[in-house]
């Protein structure tokens, strides 16, 4: 019968006593229904029946008491295991028991369709014939036809799985299932006294394992490695042989990561999301080791041989964004390797934009990455630069930005300066640095407040504990898709609430609660505050 949620979630907090009584419940229905099935039954199985469907709606009155079943599928169930042994000898109850069978395929079958469903029902149907047929002396007629449909059911399934060709298969609690639902029918043929257990053990594991957790994708040399620790999402960054960065979203608490004899504690670092190991990982393959105050878990790597980029979290950040868009691809480069022609030209529009503000000078602070280098340039070819700019402009990487950041909005509190503002590239629009002073502009070229963006924020914060979004990840995220062409300012202030007149609408980008979905800087508001720039 129907569990709560339609079934099983595989990989879901799925609770070990909705599994066993399920897989009980199902085991003695399919008993039932067999003997249903039966032309002439001894008087011992009627007995057993009637043990059988009491068992039956006492584990179908704990599904619904306790575990939250649909009421009317739990019903039907109780009505039909009830009325098999009841019509036992009369020509209905073959009726009745290929309901109670149609219905345990209805079950075991939530989610499923196309070939699966095809599948599932066979395997069903087929488990249920075998205990009828069973207990007739023409039994080793149908066997062998039997048995082989089962196993041809279990084969579709095992290919279905996408692990039947990989180590995933003899490595995993799935792979396992998915062999012991081939293996089991098969091997009935030979055990005819207890080739019936061995098909309801089959049965059983087919029905569990809907139950297990799907396995981790295998890790590919130079592809980020995006997978779970338990229940705790972990990127490895960029999976090659040497430093590699281990992150983990801030929700996950204090964890530690361990290589070979070597642990290493997950620290936050300046101007990133969550928290990061930096760890040395050996060729080839291998699992690293994450801990917490729980337990541990293992996540496994095959960095192969050749080298890759430097570990860096905004690059890792990027390499996030694709994963979640459904791209595994070896990471070759990083966001600070160049700057890009759109930043480029976001930056000159910045540039454009203080001068006409009236801004005689600038503070410039960049790093010596390629993308600052020329970033730098390109400001300097626009506007004088020095120490006691009227405007302070960011360029570098995330944790220089912040720092830089702390430091600015520390001497405000003092004295006045910059009195033309703080503005930052736009790769730096992460949480942490746009919270780290009060407010702040950055030139964009796409909406945070927009479907998009919103999207890409929703599925990194559902999918990685919660993280907050970032530039770099938004733009793998988006791939080939456009985020927009027109650049404007957008201010960044640490206010979630702006009062308004009687009867006045919101303004977007205002909203009057601070946890919103899909918000780029949780508890702070984005808007644009210039016209499009030319």
């Known amino acids: 019968m129907e569990h709560p949620h339609g079934g099983f979630d595989a990989g879901g907090d799925v609770s070990i006593w909705v599994v066993v009584v399920r897989l009980a419940l199902l085991l003695v229905s399919a008993l039932v229904a067999g003997s249903g099935l039966v032309v002439v039954v001894p008087h011992r199985v009627r007995a057993a029946n009637f043990a059988l469907a009491a068992l039956a709606v006492g584990l179908v009155s704990v599904s619904v008491l306790v575990f ?5 599928g739990g019903l039907a169930h109780g009505v039909l295991v009830v009325l098999v042994p009841v019509l036992l000898g009369r020509p209905v109850v073959r009726w009745v028991a290929a309901a109670l069978t149609l219905l345990l395929v209805i079950e075991t079958s939530v989610g499923d369709s196309g070939l699966l469903l095809v599948a599932n029902t066979v395997y069903v149907a087929g488990a249920v014939a075998w205990v009828a047929l069973s207990s007739s002396e023409r039994f080793r007629q149908h066997a062998l036809s039997l048995g082989v449909v089962l196993a041809l059911a279990g084969l579709v399934r095992l290919v279905s799985s996408g692990i039947a060709f990989d180590r995933r298969v003899f ?19 030979g055990i005819r006294r207890a080739g019936t257990l ?37 990127l490895i960054s960029p999976h090659r042989p040497g430093r590699n960065l281990v992150h983990f979203p801030a929700s996950a608490g204090a964890l530690t ?33 994450v801990r917490s105050g729980s337990g541990s878990s293992t996540v496994r790597f095959d960095t192969g041989t050749a080298p890759g980029p430097a570990p860096d979290v905004e690059c ?11 791209k595994r691809e070896a990471l070759t480069s990083c966001p600070a390797d160049a700057l890009s022609t759109e930043d480029a030209d976001s930056l000159a529009k910045l540039v454009a934009f203080l001068k006409n503000k009236g801004v005689a000078s600038v ?10 280098v020329q970033a730098a340039a390109l400001v300097r070819s626009g506007l004088p630069v020095s120490d006691s700019g009227d405007a302070l402009v960011v360029l570098s990487g995330w944790s220089s930005a912040f720092s ?19 503005y930052v590239a736009p790769w730096l629009l992460t949480t942490p640095i746009a919270t780290s002073v009060t407010t702040l502009a950055v030139p964009l070229r796409f909406d945070p407040r927009e479907q998009l963006p919103i999207g890409y924020a929703v599925e990194v914060g559902n999918r990685f504990g919660g993280a907050n979004p970032t530039p770099a990840g938004f733009r793998s995220w988006l791939g080939d898709r456009p985020a927009g062409s027109q650049v404007q300012i957008y201010a960044v202030a640490q206010v979630t609430a702006m ?19 899909g918000q780029w800087v949780p508890k702070a508001t984005v808007v644009p505050v210039s016209p499009v720039l030319s």
Do not use: C, I, N
């Not at 830089?404 to 703080?422: C, D, I, K, T």
């Open 171 to 189: 490595t995993t609690l799935l792979g396992a299932g998915l062999v012991v639902v081939v293996l089991l029918p098969l091997a009935a043929l």
């Open 198 to 234: 061995a098909v309801a053990a089959g049965l059983l594991a087919w029905s569990g394992l809907a139950a297990l957790p799907p396995p981790q994708e295998l890790p590919v040399p130079g592809v980020p490695v995006l997978a779970s620790a338990g229940k705790v999402p972990v």
């Open 499 to 517: 009062p308004m007149g009687p009867g006045e609408a919101h303004g977007p980008g205002m909203p009057m609660q601070e946890e919103l979905a």
């Open 363 to 372: 503070r410039l602070v960049s790093d010596s990455s390629p993308r600052g």
């Open 316 to 326: 890792a950040s990027a390499a996030l964004g694709g994963l979640l868009g459904g």
């Open 404 to 422: 830089a950041l702390s430091r600015a909005g520390a001497e405000q509190a003092e004295r006045p300066v910059y009195p033309h503002g703080l």
């Open 68 to 72: 939250d079943a649909h009421v009317l």
């Open 257 to 289: 990561v361990g290589v070979g004899s070597s642990e290493v504690p997950a620290v936050p670092v300046a101007g990133a999301d969550g928290t990061w190991a930096e760890v040395d990982l050996p060729a080839g393959r291998g699992s690293l080791t």
